[in-house]
């Protein structure tokens, strides 16, 4: 697993900013967290793009049961956050905060989620992907690839471009940008709730069987994290041998069907041949 972490100041402290992969897990620091801090950590998450309140995840080290993703949290001893299988659902804001007696102690410790993912054109494929996946698809389709960087900042989409300086790159096993090779179409667009999207179209070759493309994120030249998605095409001998015991199975049955009629057909003969030649 790639998760990279830089820190922003703030005005009321500092933000770790975590990337991931979708599918991944990954583990949120609790910076702030005082000794046998269990009993006096209070998680919360926020999206102001997808929730309209702050969502309380974990209080005062209880788990809270009422969320949906429950299953997937859980609280380490240093009261950092462990969220499993990351989805493009979880990117946003979470803070954690301490509490003696009732009473706030310190400042928050603030980390902001962003998940990187993949997905494949409904036109092309029914299944979604995530970090290492694989799709079942054949050669002659066209087939595209959205990768998308589900980002939670205050700044623009053109900021972390011209300032900030991320990317997102479709590069192929040995790392080269597939921008260089005329059989791709690379597009990139940005949107409200995910900042980045860069999408990768091509037409499957028979030799593009098990081959690997990736999306990378990178910050000021630096990876931040990338996702895996490999081709991989049905096995034909696999085929064949299904095809051949079907065959065989449609063989048998017709041979029982013939001797089941075909017995009181013999029968009855041997019977006349019998009578005849009793007459002689």
Request: hydrophobic letters at 30%.
């Amino acid at each position: 697993m790639l998760t990279e972490i830089y820190c922003v100041s703030g005005t009321s402290g500092v933000d770790d900013h975590v990337f991931i992969s979708s599918g991944e897990n990954v583990r949120l620091s609790c910076n702030n967290a005082l000794s046998d801090c269990k009993s006096k950590t209070t998680w919360f998450y926020y999206n102001s793009f997808s929730h309209s309140a702050v969502v309380e995840l974990i209080k005062l080290g209880i788990m809270k049961k009422d969320i949906e993703r429950h299953e997937r949290l859980s609280l380490e001893s240093d009261c950092s956050l462990n969220i499993k299988n990351v989805t493009e659902e979880d990117y946003g804001s979470y803070t954690c905060r301490q509490y003696v007696n009732g009473q706030k102690q310190g400042t928050d410790a603030r980390v902001s989620l962003h998940v990187l993912h993949v997905s494949v054109s409904p036109s092309s494929s029914s299944s979604s992907s995530s970090s290492s996946s694989q799709t079942e698809i054949s050669p002659g389709r066209s087939v595209t690839l959205s990768c998308q960087l589900y980002l939670y900042t205050g700044l623009s989409c053109d900021d972390l471009v011209s300032s900030e300086g991320f990317e997102l790159l479709w590069v192929n096993q040995t790392g080269v940008d597939l921008k260089t090779d005329s059989r791709y179409q690379i597009l990139s667009s940005s949107y409200q709730y995910h900042c980045f999207i860069i999408t990768l179209t091509t037409t499957l070759l028979n030799e593009d069987n098990n081959r690997e493309w990736r999306c990378q994120l990178t910050h000021r030249n630096q990876l931040k994290t990338s996702v895996r998605y490999t081709v991989k095409y049905s096995d034909p001998g696999e085929t064949e041998v299904s095809v051949t015991a079907v065959s065989l199975y449609r063989v048998i049955v017709i041979i029982v069907e013939i001797a089941v009629f075909a017995a009181p057909t013999v029968i009855l003969l041997q019977i006349i041949c019998a009578r005849r030649a009793g007459e002689f």
